[in-house]
């Protein structure tokens, strides 16, 4: 199975600090996305990658930056955190021949105070 | 520009009754359709998909959709929830090959006894 892991489960940050939010995937995929879940709003994309060094806006990308340096990890970087950024973020990889689809980790709860 | 719409923002049914859970997706083309499932504090699972042929597919946990074209509908149904399906629910729409998902606002499911 593949696995998707976001090393961080539960964060709390202060305003204007830089949070590191870190996922690795183990099944060699060539896609790996990022999304914030909030309440009512759904799932929310923010930026991927196609490949190594390669990154793409999604539909919310203001305030945060992405690093893909190594296929199998994908960094999403929160430069100044700010309390609307208080959400739980999904990392998900995608490629092989369960093209499509998407496998997810178990998600990091970040709380901007 | 695709789109998911879940209109049942929160379900509650009984357990061993039946439930459908609904999605229209607007898409220009044939679709990739999806639905995700999501445990308490957990990331997303698969539960099943279409990608083309038989309109009646099957995924795990007993449950199945229907894609009809004419209707822009990939509705969720299982015959008897069980309390262990108490979750939110997830549609998402791709464009296929590895094109990136987009997420309905999910419908979260109560059970009561």
Known sequence: DVKVTQSSRYLVKRTGEKVFLECVQDMDHENMFWYRQDPGLGLRLIYFSYDVKMKEKGDIPEGYSVSREKKERFSLILESASTNQTSMYLCASQGGAGANVLTFGAGSRLTVL | AQSVTQPDIHITVSEGASLELRCNYSYGATPYLFWYVQSPGQGL?????????????????????????????????????????????????????????????????????
């Open chain 2, 45 to 113: 699972q698969l539960l099943l998909k279409y990608f083309s042929g038989d309109t009646l597919v099957q995924g795990i946990k007993g449950f199945e959709a229907e894609f009809k074209r004419s209707q822009s509908s990939f509705n969720l149904r299982k015959p008897s929830v069980h309390w262990s399906d108490a979750a939110e629910y997830f549609c998402a729409v791709g464009a296929g090959g590895n094109e990136k998902l987009t997420f309905g606002t999910g419908t979260r499911l109560t059970i009561i006894p």
